[in-house]
């Protein structure tokens, strides 16, 4: 996703949303160990804690199914705002990351 356009994706469908995401620390690369969260939200607002879902990470790309098979969330058509947040250290970065649109 990362500032790409809209992603479409069919509500009958069962895939991984990826989201890349590199974190450093002194100009090196590490790896997470928590879990990032993802947020689809039909609204301009931010994420509040019942809209977080847990995913994992496939370096460098944190990802979450999503669909009616097992997937952490099945969303109905409309136009998501998908957010991700992750810990690193002592920050936790909240970040608007693109567009999912479900027909």
Request: glycine share 12%.
């Amino acid at each position: 996703m990362d500032g790409e356009p809209a992603v479409d994706l069919a509500a009958i469908s069962t895939e991984f949303v990826k989201v890349t995401v590199v974190a450093r620390s002194g100009g090196t690369t590490i790896q997470l160990a928590v879990p990032p969260q993802f947020a689809f939200l039909l609204t301009d607002t931010s994420p509040v804690t019942e809209d977080w879902l847990t995913g994992e990470w496939i370096a460098p790309h944190g990802r979450i199914l999503i669909g009616p098979n097992g997937g952490a969330v099945t969303l109905i058509e409309g136009e998501y705002t998908v957010w991700i947040k992750f810990a690193g250290g002592s920050e936790t970065p909240v970040y608007r990351t693109g567009t999912l649109k479900v027909y």
